[in-house]
C-alpha cells in the first residue's frame, strides 16, 4: 500500500454519473428511502463483482467506484498506477427486512477468493485486494465474525492459507466512471476473472 504522502492528488469535483442502474431501473446515488442500507465489498474486478451483487433478490441497486485510499473523486487510470490507495468496490443497496447483511457476506466469501493480498485470480495490484467497508457497528462486528467463521471453514476444507481481507468502516465511496457502472450488463461478453475457492460458508 502506498503512503498517503506518496498518493495523486485527485481533484474536489465527484465524477458525473448517470444516476440509474442499468438493470433495476433505480438510482444508483443517495439519497436512498430511510429503510434501504448499504453495503461496500471489494472481490477484485468491479465488473464481475457488481453483477454477483445485483443477479440476488430483493437488491434494489448497486453501484462501482473506489474507496479505502487517499486520493479524492479518482479515475480509473489513476486507481491503476497504485497511488491512490483505493480498492476496486460494489455499493450494494438493499433492503434488510427481505435481504439480510449475513446472506450479502455468504455471497462475497464464495465468490473470490480472499487468501490472495494484492492480487485476484491473474488481476494483480492493490486495486484487486479484498475489502469489506462497513457503514455501522453492527455490519462491522458481523463482518469481523464472518470473517474468522469462514476461515475455520477454509481451514476445514485443507486450505491452510490465511484470509487478508481488509474489513473496516467505510469512508468515503467515490464513484467510477459511467462506462464502468454495470458493465457487464451493456457488455454481456466482457471479461470476468471472478471465482470462488468452491467451499461453501455455511454446512
Known sequence: MPDSADCLAGRATPMPITNRHTVTGQPIAPPFPDHLQQAVFALGCFWGAERKFWQQPHI????????????????????????????????????????????LLQLFWESHNPTQGMQQGN???????????????????????????????????????????????????????????????????????????GVDFDK
Open 60 to 103: 434494489v441497486s448497486t453501484a462501482v467506484g473506489y474507496s479505502g485510499g487517499y486520493t479524492p473523486n479518482p479515475t480509473y487510470e489513476e486507481v491503476c498506477t497504485g497511488l491512490t490507495g483505493h480498492t476496486e468496490v460494489v455499493s450494494v443497496i438493499y433492503n434488510p427486512s427481505l435481504t439480510s447483511y449475513e446472506e
Open 123 to 197: 488481476d494483480i495490484g492493490t486495486q484487486y485486494r479484498s475489502a469489506i467497508y462497513t457503514t455501522s457497528q453492527v455490519q462491522l462486528d458481523t463482518a469481523l465474525a464472518s470473517k474468522q467463521h469462514y476461515q475455520q471453514r477454509l481451514t476445514q476444507s485443507g486450505i491452510n492459507k490465511a484470509i487478508t481481507t481488509d474489513i473496516q468502516p467505510l469512508g468515503v465511496f467515490y464513484y467510477a466512471e459511467d462506462y464502468h457502472q454495470q458493465y457487464l450488463a451493456k457488455n454481456p461478453q466482457g471479461y470476468c476473472g471472478l471465482g470462488g475457492l
